[in-house]
């Protein structure tokens, strides 16, 4: 029975008594009110509780985060970079820098490269769409830095020129198109390929610590004469390739205004991302490149 209904009911029936009819109807009255106004009080009390677990549910306590939250890092080929800047800055050395897309003449000309000469072959140079066709193109090495310290400052010069070079190789384990290397050049007074040794064998202590060594191998580079290959050597005995080097050709101080017959210099460039596999033991130049946080975290 509703209780709208059982109101009615009992009205009906109060209506009916014989006696006592209206001390009955104002008991009933009474009753109603007591009864709504209880209600009425708990509802009151219900929406108080309702809001009350609302904003307990909802409580936002920032003071009770224990755990910091984690921080991104730098790329571990950034990393390796700024720990060569430092190694080399601490030998005396400032850090120089050039465009990515250079002129064939920086790239190419400048580094006695005559046009169809044979060394340009070992660089599959990518070509940009600029000027006369062959002008422009994205730098396959970071020597052509070299050319532009000397176009723009006089020797005494001690720098590096660490970025990021292109070409045209397929992706495998110790190949990537976009690669980095670190260019360093020197022109001083009666500079000679003693001073390069020592220099890279300094370097090669204070970057690799005590138990690395290195040594020369005879090389070509069309800019650097006599040429040489440098490898390093682990405290294991085995020895590792890391880069060109050499005296700097007389032609290029030449046409970079730097009188040959006053200065001379050396000059030698290397690959940071194969730097880096050797140091931190990466297998292969591809994880470098895929951007999976579980990988780069370990650096
Ligand atoms: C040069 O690029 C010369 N400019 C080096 C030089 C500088 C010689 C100054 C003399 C004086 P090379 O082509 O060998 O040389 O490259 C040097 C290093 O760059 C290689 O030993 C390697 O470590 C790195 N390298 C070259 N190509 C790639 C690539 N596709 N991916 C990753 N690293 C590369």
């Not at 020597?143 to 006089?154: G, L, T, W």
């Not at 300094?202 to 040594?215: L, M, Q, V």
């Not at 040429?227 to 390093?232: C, I, L, N, Q, Y």
């Not at 294991?236 to 005296?247: A, K, M, N, R, S």
């Amino acid at each position: 029975m509703a209780g709208g209904n059982a109101l009615g009911v009992i009205r009906s029936l109060i209506g009916k008594l014989e006696r006592d009819k209206p001390l009955v109807g104002r008991a009933l009255s009474e009753a109603v009110a007591q009864i709504k106004a209880a209600a009425d009080a708990r509802s009151v009390e219900l929406a108080e509780i309702m809001r009350r677990d609302l904003l307990e549910a909802e409580r936002l306590d920032l003071t009770e985060l224990h755990e910091a939250p984690p921080l991104g890092r730098l790329h571990v080929i950034t990393q390796t970079q700024q720990r060569l800047e430092d190694v080399f800055c601490a030998m005396g050395y400032t850090v120089a820098e050039g465009p990515e897309i250079e002129t064939e003449w920086h790239n190419f000309g400048a580094l006695n490269f005559p046009p169809g000469h044979p060394a340009r072959d070992m660089y599959d140079t990518l070509y940009v769409d600029h000027g006369p066709p062959g002008s422009t193109l994205l730098r396959t090495h970071t020597s052509p830095v070299q050319v532009r310290v000397m176009e723009n400052q006089s020797p005494p010069l001690y720098v590096v020129a660490p970025g990021r070079c292109y070409r045209q190789d397929t992706a495998d384990a110790t190949h990537m198109p976009v690669f980095h290397q670190i260019e360093g050049l020197v022109v001083d007074d009666g500079i000679t390929l003693g001073d390069l040794a020592g220099a890279i064998e300094t370097f090669t202590t204070a970057y690799f610590g005590p138990g690395f060594t290195s040594r020369l191998r005879p090389s070509y580079f069309p800019f650097t004469e006599p040429s040489a290959e440098f490898d390093v050597q682990r405290p294991d005995g085995t020895w590792l390739e890391l880069g060109g080097c050499g005296v700097v050709h007389p032609s290029v101080l030449e046409v970079c205004g730097v009188d040959p017959e006053r200065w001379s210099g050396f000059a030698f460039g290397f690959g940071i991302d194969r730097l880096a596999m050797l140091r931190y033991g990466i297998g292969d130049l591809r994880d470098l490149w895929t951007n999976d946080v579980r990988f780069l975290e370990q650096f």
